[in-house]
T-cell receptor, first 114, second 111 residues
Framework: SAVISQKPSRDICQRGTSLTIQCQVD?????MFWYRQQPGQSLTLIATANQGSEATYESGFVIDKFPISRPNLTFSTLTVSNMSPEDSSIYLC???????????FGDGTRLSIL | KQEVTQIPAALSVPEGENLVLNCSFTDSAIYNLQWFRQDPGKGLTSLLLIQSSQREQTSGRLNASLDKSSGRSTLYIAASQPGDSATYLCAVWGSNYKLTFGKGTLLTVNP
């Protein structure tokens, strides 16, 4: 398995600001993903973080709102831009170490926008 | 579009009881199915992964089954304990390792 560190663990932000969330893995991984969990809801995939190229976004999510970087095989960032109260959620990164092995998640970033 | 449904949404049982959580999915063309638990304010902990070619997986008091043709999976918890109290999430693997989640079952095990 992999040890995943997400930072920050929580934050309270002002409307209109941006926050960058970091996801660090202790080993090289094949795939990295970013998910959102809105209050009382299950997880929804935001995008696949591609190493060395632009992320692949799911329907309803755009690069201008959620820019993602993945400079190497162990690290990725998700930025939540121009935040509004509707962005209050838990944001989680997940990794695939090997195909047909369990996917693992970080502890998440709990984001509240005032 | 894949849809995943978990029943029941919430379950409260006395300690020691055996219980079954249900998960159904609409598209049987899945690669794998994975069960997670989520404790309040925490991330996801992987419990069991069932590959598409498998029928079941076991880990300790947990047993998960998969019937792809009927689009169903069950998570069986034997001899439940208060420490099992959490939300249990079912997720199916689609193409490119993308996960589609159900809304979860909130389990409370009472001492």
């Amino acid at each position: 398995s992999a040890v995943i560190s997400q930072k920050p663990s929580r934050d309270i932000c002002q409307r209109g600001t941006s926050l960058t969330i970091q996801c660090q893995v202790d080993s090289q991984v094949t795939m990295m993903f970013w998910y959102r969990q809105q209050p009382g809801q299950s997880l929804t995939l935001i995008a696949t973080a591609n190493q060395g190229s632009e992320a692949t976004y799911e329907s309803g999510f755009v690069i201008d709102k959620f820019p993602i970087s993945r400079p190497n095989l162990t690290f990725s960032t998700l930025t939540v831009s121009n935040m509004s109260p509707e962005d209050s959620s838990i944001y989680l990164c997940s990794v695939v170490v090997e195909s047909n092995q369990p996917q693992h998640f970080g502890d998440g970033t709990r984001l509240s926008i005032l | 579009k894949q849809e995943v449904t978990q029943i029941p949404a919430a379950l409260s049982v006395p300690e020691g009881e055996n219980l079954v959580l249900n998960c159904s999915f609409t598209d049987s063309a899945i690669y794998n199915l994975q069960w997670f638990r989520q404790d309040p304010g925490k991330g996801l902990t992987s419990l069991l992964l069932i590959q598409s070619s498998q029928r079941e997986q076991t880990s300790g008091r947990l047993n998960a089954s998969l019937d792809k043709s009927s689009g169903r999976s069950t998570l069986y918890i034997a001899a439940s304990q208060p420490g099992d109290s959490a939300t249990y999430l079912c997720a199916v693997w689609g193409s490119n390792y993308k996960l589609t989640f159900g809304k979860g079952t909130l389990l409370t095990v009472n001492p």
